[in-house]
């Protein structure tokens, strides 16, 4: 038998494991769309790192502990190492098999990249008009953040991070088209590290009565979005309503779409990473 034969995996004899299956995503949105409300309905005992300042739109939530990382002088570059530490100390503990959480929030990315750039800023005393960044300091900026991110999707948890949509020119087809609000080549390379992408919207009726929405499945000028979980759009049809008065809404409305009740069976599989 052929030695790749042997070593490669047959695709239609194998089925996501609800045991082990980790959501990794990216809820992008404007302000007010609800993105921060919506990614706490990740399972379980949650700690949200909470980037932005604002965690008081999910003060009350059960379940829910909220680390702080917000430094107020916005040319200071203490809040990004606070939150490397932050990650050093999470990594200790998830070897050490003693963290709590289930899920771990990233509240908001696009302060990330602000705040990162402080960091980079310290590289080179060099300054662009008026004091801004100049050439050199975005390529450390865009590693630095890269890195971050790509280390937390392998910890052994449901992660989830928040972060802007913004309007860019495709320069192939010449179309505007949204992108993740970061820095650079990160705008394309960034929704393929998630296997969960979805736009969060506020939706406002003519009676007045708020509703809020994802979108899972892009096309157009928001092609980016996607979901692994629901393969060929065979668990769900878009928009996806959100109901914060239901017990299952979010996160586990769809892992219950996906997985019915065998998701909540996962194995104690995270003792290292």
Same mark, same amino acid.
């Given at each position: 038998?052929?030695?790749?034969? /042997? ?31 919506? !990614?706490?309905?990740? $399972? ?16 009350? =939530? ?11 002088? $916005?040319? %200071?570059?203490?809040?990004?190492? /606070? ?33 990162? !750039? ?14 801004? $960044? ?19 999707? =392998? ?15 495709? !320069? /192939? ?54 979901? %692994? ?45």
């Amino acid at each position: 038998m052929s030695k790749i034969l /042997e070593r490669s995996e047959d695709a239609a004899a194998t089925q996501l494991d609800p045991k082990t299956y980790l959501i990794k995503a990216y809820l992008a949105g404007d302000s007010g769309s609800g993105k921060t409300q919506a !990614m706490v309905t990740m $399972p379980g005992r949650k700690l949200l790192i909470d980037l932005d300042n604002r965690a008081e739109t999910v003060v009350g =939530t059960k379940n829910l502990h909220i680390l702080r990382c917000y430094e107020a002088d $916005p040319r %200071s570059p203490k809040a990004w190492m /606070e939150l490397l530490n932050i990650q050093k100390q999470i990594i200790v503990d998830i070897k050490a098999n003693d963290f709590p959480f289930e899920s771990i929030i990233y509240d908001g990315l696009t302060m990330m990249g602000r705040i990162s !750039m402080n960091w980079a800023l310290l590289l080179d005393g060099k300054r662009g008009l008026g004091g801004c $960044p100049a050439q050199q300091h975005y390529l450390p900026q865009m590693d630095n953040l890269a890195k971050f991110v790509l280390s937390s999707l =392998t910890l052994p948890r449901h992660i989830g991070y928040t972060g802007h949509i913004e309007l860019h020119e495709d !320069m /192939e087809d010449g179309k505007m088209k949204f992108y993740p609000k970061i820095t650079g080549k990160l705008r394309t390379e960034l929704p393929n590290w998630f296997n969960e992408t979805y736009k969060c919207d506020r939706v406002l009726a003519i009676d007045g009565k708020v509703s809020y929405r994802w979108l899972t499945a892009g096309s157009g000028r928001d092609e980016f979005f996607k979901s %692994s979980l629901n393969t060929l759009g065979k668990y769900w049809k878009d928009p996806i309503t959100l109901d914060f008065d239901e017990e299952k809404v979010g996160f586990v409305d769809l892992l219950n779409r996906r997985f019915g009740e065998a998701w909540k069976e996962r194995r104690d599989d995270t003792k290292a990473i």
